[in-house]
């Protein structure tokens, strides 16, 4: 079964804290998305990754790092939390090209607190 | 730019009543058209989709029909079920475009 891992499920961190939100997909997909989720304003795209090495900024970067080294994974660091980024953060991946749908494969989640 | 919009909930049906939820999009083109739906505790799964003018995407009983000349690609089902409640979220891919844009989402609620 494809899948898509968010490696934590609940994070509280404090104001001011470095935080790592990491994701993996197993699908060899090319494209992978950082989104936050917040009630009344949907799905928000903060990041985005054509392939390996490469980036590039949403709709609402400010505050927000990525990093993809391998393909397969794909790392949302906020340098200094605020709790303005409390949120549901959501990562996702598709297959590029063909003829392939452009179906996005979601995550569980990361339900990230900042105190 | 491409956007979305998409009936506010929450909407609170009785079991075997009949469903449409609205959603309505600003797109040039001819975009690609998603319904995703978000049970309690999950991320988001595609449920239908369509991709070119009059097609009918169907999944689960739910059905929409993209509508170009009234811009639009509601979500119907004519009788949910409990396990149909969830959030459920509107999106398109513009013509040539990256991104995928979202709708507000619309959260169902089903009563036995």
């Known amino acids: 079964d494809v899948k898509v891992t968010q490696s934590s499920r609940y994070l509280v961190k404090r104001t001011g804290e470095k935080v790592f939100l990491e994701c993996v997909q197993d699908?060899?997909?090319?494209?992978m998305f950082w989104y936050r989720q917040d009630p009344g304003l949907g799905l928000r795209l903060i990041y985005f990754s054509y392939d390996v090495k490469m980036k590039e900024k949403g709709d609402i970067p400010e505050g927000y790092s990525v990093s993809r080294e391998k393909k397969e994974r794909f790392s949302l660091i906020l340098e200094s939390a605020s709790t303005n980024q409390t949120s549901m953060y959501l990562c996702?991946?598709?297959?590029?090209?063909?003829?392939?749908?452009?179906?996005?494969?979601f995550g569980e989640g990361s339900r990230l607190t900042v105190l | 730019g491409d956007s979305v919009t998409q009936m506010e909930g929450p909407v609170t049906l009785s079991e075997e009543a009949f469903l449409t939820i609205n959603c309505t999009y600003t797109a040039t083109g001819y975009p690609s058209l998603f319904w995703y739906v978000q049970y309690p505790g999950e991320g988001l799964q595609l449920l239908l989709k369509?991709?070119?003018?009059?097609d009918k995407g169907s999944n689960k009983g739910f059905e929409a029909t993209y509508r170009k000349e009234t811009t639009s690609f509601h979500l119907e089902k004519g009788s949910v079920q409990v396990s149909d409640s969830a959030v459920y979220f509107c999106?398109?891919?513009?013509?040539?475009?990256?991104?995928?844009?979202f709708g507000a989402g619309t959260r169902l609620f089903v009563k036995a």
């Open positions: 369509a991709t070119k003018a009059d």
């Open positions: 999106a398109l891919r513009g013509t040539g475009g990256f991104k995928t844009i």
């Open positions: 699908m060899d997909h090319e494209n």
């Open positions: 996702a991946s598709r297959k590029q090209g063909g003829m392939n749908t452009g179906e996005l494969f």
